[in-house]
């Protein structure tokens, strides 16, 4: 059974950064495809970015040159790096598996809340 | 990107009724659209993938149909456990991107 736990959320100032982790179980990190998904408060679903089995990934406009994916494959976690953070990335950020390879998300994790506010 | 809208934004219904639920492509995204149910503080569950195939373990109340630009979802007959807003997601094109929600409840 595949799953996924995030950690890493809080509260940071703008312009600050933090580090997301996505811990998995019943896949392989280093060889899935997983997207990170956000979600403002009491607002719809925002795909983010996507990790590539072989390393790489895209991201979304809206996040690009500021955040960045990498993995632990010791570790089976994948994070996501977030850098000069704005109020407007707020948002509880799930990890979620692309089955098959695809952006169709069959397993979620229970999100992590990030609040970015002075 | 492709635009995703979907109609209502939200619905009041009874228990038993048939729910339907639409969903529009800006552009044609062949049959490459999923749907997801999300229950206040849980993560999104899949139900429907490629417009029309039930996720295994999602009870067969739950149906969708469409292909190109326009898309249904249907809730045979709504049971209590069913509140909770549903979002189309289309993955025809990077980046994937989700309609604005469905909020249902019951009446």
């Known amino acids: 059974e595949v799953q996924l736990v995030e950690s890493g959320g809080g509260l940071i100032q703008p312009g600050g950064s933090l580090r997301l982790s996505c811990a998995a179980s019943g896949l392989t990190v280093s060889s899935s495809y997983i997207s990170w998904v956000r979600q403002a408060p009491g607002q719809g679903l925002e795909w983010v970015s996507v990790?590539?089995?072989?390393?790489?990934?895209y991201y979304a406009d809206s996040v690009k040159g500021r955040f960045t994916i990498s993995t632990d494959n010791s570790k089976n976690t994948l994070y996501l790096q977030m850098n000069s953070l704005r109020p407007e990335d707020t948002a509880v950020y799930y990890c979620a598996r692309n089955r098959n390879g695809y952006s169709l998300f069959d397993y979620w994790g229970q999100g992590t809340l990030v609040t970015v506010s002075s | 990107d492709i635009q995703m809208t979907q109609s209502p934004s939200s619905l009041s219904a009874s228990v038993g009724d048939r729910v339907t639920i639409t969903c529009q492509a800006s552009q044609d995204i062949r049959n490459f659209l999923n749907w997801y149910q999300q229950k206040p503080g849980k993560a999104p569950k899949l139900l429907i993938y490629?417009?029309?195939n039930l996720e295994t373990g999602v009870p067969s109340r739950f149906s969708g149909s469409g292909s190109a630009t326009d898309f249904t979802f249907t809730i045979s007959s709504l049971q209590p456990e069913d509140i909770a807003t549903y979002y189309c997601q289309q993955y025809d094109n990077l980046p994937p991107t989700f309609g604005p929600g469905t909020k249902v409840d019951i009446k």
């Open positions: 990790h590539y089995s072989g390393g790489s990934a």
């Open positions: 490629d417009a029309s």
